[in-house]
């Protein structure tokens, strides 16, 4: 069974770092794209930017590409999504996907002073 | 970046059949943008529905079906149950570069 397991919620103050995970299991995990979305509270969603795990190339959305950094480390399975400098306007719940449409449970990010 | 439009809102009655779009300011909706469509409740993650155009999920309720219609990608309900009831998403792909819609807002009713 494909799943995509993500780290907990997060408090964090403005100008602080974070990264948050998405682990997969059941598949092979280098094989498929994983997308990472935000979803800001009453908002809609947004494609923030993925990777590719086999060779680690990412992409990333014009309201994004400087702001997030989407890793991965493909020997753990594992995504990520990370900030250097949180804002107040980064509270929002982020979502992980992959190719076909298996998604993470989603880490609610809360950024405030 | 291209910018893919939806229906803001939309009823059905029940047992009803209606169907959402999905299009892209670049043009007609092709296979080559491999159409998602999601499905999202209230204080709950965004389920899959339809990958790739049309093709379902085990989970995906036979009611709903995939399909490109008159240069949009569409997702048609046929059926609808109150369940149903929730906010639709699609998502199209540019050579890599991926768009949300804005979301249709689905009431049963």
């Known amino acids: 069974e494909v799943q995509l397991v993500q780290s907990g919620a997060e408090v964090k103050k403005p100008g602080e770092s974070l990264k948050i995970s998405c682990k997969g299991s059941?598949?092979?995990?280098?094989?498929?794209?994983i997308g990472w979305v935000r979803q800001m509270p009453g908002k809609g969603l947004e494609w923030m930017g993925i990777?590719?795990?086999?060779?680690?190339?990412?992409r990333y959305s014009p309201s994004f590409q400087g702001q997030v950094t989407i890793s991965a480390d493909k020997s753990i399975s594992t995504a990520y999504l990370q900030w250097s400098s949180l804002k107040a306007s980064d509270t929002a719940m982020y979502y992980c996907?992959?190719?076909?449409?298996?998604w993470g449970q989603g880490t609610l990010v809360t950024v405030s002073s | 970046q291209a910018v893919v439009t939806q229906e803001p809102s939309l009823t059905v009655s029940p047992g009803g059949t209606v169907t959402l779009t999905c299009g892209s300011s670049?043009?007609?909706?092709?296979?080559?943008?491999?159409p998602y469509w999601f499905q999202q409740k209230p204080g709950q993650a965004p389920r899959t529905l339809i990958y790739?155009?049309?093709n379902k999920h085990s989970w995906t309720p036979a009611r709903f079906s995939g399909s490109l219609l008159g240069g949009k990608a569409a997702l048609t309900l046929s059926g609808a149950q109150p369940e149903d009831e929730a906010d639709y998403y699609c998502?199209?792909?540019?050579?890599?570069?991926?768009?949300f819609g804005g979301g249709t807002k689905l009431t049963v009713l």
């Open positions: 990777i590719y795990p086999g060779d680690s190339d990412s």
């Open positions: 998502l199209l792909s540019y050579s890599g570069a991926w768009v």
């Open positions: 790739d155009t049309s």
């Open positions: 059941g598949y092979s995990f280098s094989s498929y794209w």
């Open positions: 670049t043009g007609a909706v092709t296979s080559g943008h491999y």
């Open positions: 996907v992959r190719h076909a449409g298996y």
